[in-house]
């Protein structure tokens, strides 16, 4: 589980969603939205059941999702909501699939004046 200081809340959530800049690559799309609370960037995972119809596949991913945000946190732009979204299914899921897709995405995200 994501620490406190990290978890975006369901208002926040929205808000990305519904006006965040989005960048898409391969099955994922990044929704990011500068956000007036906090001063850590603030994340959230969504993996609809059209992609996965199982809890447990859904889990799994959203779990080597919060590993590649681990690894790459410090990457992400400080006083920001950010929400990836998984549109398309993951064929084998593992670290070493989507930590690449989820860096080209956060680099293209920080590049990109919000």
């Known amino acids: 589980m994501l620490p406190k200081q990290y978890r975006i809340s369901r208002k926040e959530m929205r808000l990305v969603l519904r ?26 995972f969504v993996v609809p059941k059209r992609v996965e119809k199982t809890a447990v596949g859904r889990h799994k991913i959203k779990r ?14 400080p006083a920001h909501g950010y929400v990836f979204v998984v549109e398309q299914k993951i064929i084998a899921p593992s670290e070493e699939t989507i930590l690449p897709i989820i860096e080209q995405l956060v680099k293209r995200s920080t590049e990109r004046k919000i």
């Open 19 to 44: 006006s965040g800049v989005a960048i898409r690559q391969a099955a994922f799309k990044l929704l990011s939205l500068p956000l007036p609370s906090g001063k850590t960037a603030k994340i959230g």
């Open 64 to 77: 080597y999702l919060r590993g590649a945000w681990y690894a790459l946190h410090k990457n992400f732009v």
